[in-house]
């Protein structure tokens, strides 16, 4: 799989004591050369002003640059609340956004998947508010410019443990997502009522309990959320919010599901769904995962799953707990 990569996105926070740390990304890199899975790396670039505006009004972008300029050499906030933020974090932020456009263009080209390892990640940004470790909406840029460039219709599949708040404010115009997401946890929303159905983008939210929901549920619930919202929507493009902050042991998030037998078993659903509705194309974007040697092996497993195409095994569906059936159902009737 091609893997859209730079080293500028080892900058951001760098010497700052943050869970968001360069060495995710870097630890991640590693790791995938040393697998023999980074041969198909390629570079990213900026995001242009007027690809950012798909998503981001021009004053967040003023602000973004002003909160910027105004740090010296110590780190601060932006204003918008709780993003830290350095000197080089505009540019890398630029950057992550360009390497999911790139990742977007690379999967029309080749009616294949494609990585974009990036980092900050994206899927708390609102319109005009940074918000958590997020600076701009990778994701949802993603998924806009490629509405903008072919028409037609994306869908963002969000596995991160944290719901994307931002992504979910810039579903609109052909743009559709799908999310599971521990709740209640940060940012507070994604609750079971935030679902929205409309001519040519939907909502769909399915919230976990935030621990202990298991390997088994989690795949089990999105082998049955997937194929309804993709039936629903029928997209021409799939953009994965890949977070893998799910994974046991994450420091951060934690649902109690495992980080690589997750990531190879929605791998292969996801590119079932995209080989059926969007010939093949589907853009991973990394979000979450903050146990650097799990993220690892978790990214190289969707990498692996993805690229050998094995035939998705059921999980149980009797596994999925009665509230998160209750919701699926719900979804359900609302697809025709
Ligand atoms: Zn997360």
């Given at each position: 799989m091609i893997v859209i990569y730079d080293e500028l996105y080892t900058e951001h926070l760098k010497g700052i004591d943050h869970p968001e740390s360069p060495d995710r990304v870097a630890g991640v890199a590693s790791y995938l050369e040393k697998s023999g899975l980074f041969g198909g790396r390629e570079p990213a670039r900026d995001a242009t002003d007027a690809e950012l505006a798909f998503v981001h009004p021009a004053a967040y972008l003023e602000r973004v640059r002003r909160d910027v300029a105004a740090l010296g050499a110590r780190p601060g906030y932006l204003s918008t609340g709780d993003t830290v933020l350095d000197h080089s974090s505009l540019a890398v932020a630029r950057r992550a956004a360009g390497g999911a456009i790139v990742a977007m263009e690379r999967a029309v080209e080749t009616n294949d998947a494609v990585f974009a390892l990036v980092r900050p990640p994206g899927h708390h940004a609102e319109p005009a508010r940074g918000m958590g470790f997020c600076i701009f909406g990778n994701a949802a840029l993603a998924a806009h410019a490629f509405v903008q460039q072919n028409g037609g219709r994306a869908l963002i599949v969000d596995f991160d443990y944290h719901h994307g708040n931002g992504t979910q404010a810039m579903a609109r115009d052909g743009v559709s997502f799908v999310s599971t997401h521990a709740y209640p946890a940060y940012p507070g929303t994604g609750g079971p009522s935030e679902q929205s159905i409309a001519d040519d983008w939907a909502v769909v939210n399915v919230p976990l309990p935030p621990h202990s929901y298991?390997?088994?549920?989690?795949?089990?619930?999105?082998?049955?959320?997937?194929?309804?919202?993709?039936?629903?929507?029928?997209?021409?493009?799939?953009?994965?919010?890949?977070?893998?902050?799910?994974?046991?042991?994450?420091?951060?998030?934690?649902?109690?599901?495992?980080?690589?037998?997750?990531?190879?078993?929605?791998?292969?659903?996801?590119?079932?769904?995209?080989?059926?509705?969007?010939?093949?194309?589907?853009?991973?974007?990394?979000?979450?995962?903050?146990?650097?040697?799990?993220?690892?092996?978790?990214?190289?497993?969707?990498?692996?799953?993805?690229?050998?195409?094995?035939?998705?095994?059921?999980?149980?569906?009797?596994?999925?707990?009665?509230?998160?059936?209750?919701?699926?159902?719900?979804?359900?009737?609302?697809?025709?």
């Open positions: 298991g390997t088994e549920a989690f795949v089990a619930t999105w082998q049955r959320a997937l194929p309804e919202v993709a039936r629903r929507v029928r997209p021409d493009l799939i953009v994965v919010s890949a977070g893998y902050d799910y994974a046991s042991g994450d420091p951060v998030g934690d649902l109690g599901a495992d980080g690589p037998q997750s990531a190879a078993a929605l791998a292969a659903l996801i590119r079932e769904i995209g080989a059926e509705y969007a010939n093949g194309r589907v853009v991973y974007c990394l979000e979450g995962g903050y146990d650097v040697a799990t993220l690892a092996r978790s990214v190289a497993a969707t990498l692996r799953s993805h690229d050998a195409a094995p035939a998705s095994e059921r999980a149980d569906p009797g596994s999925i707990p009665a509230p998160q059936r209750s919701i699926l159902e719900r979804v359900e009737a609302t697809c025709p």
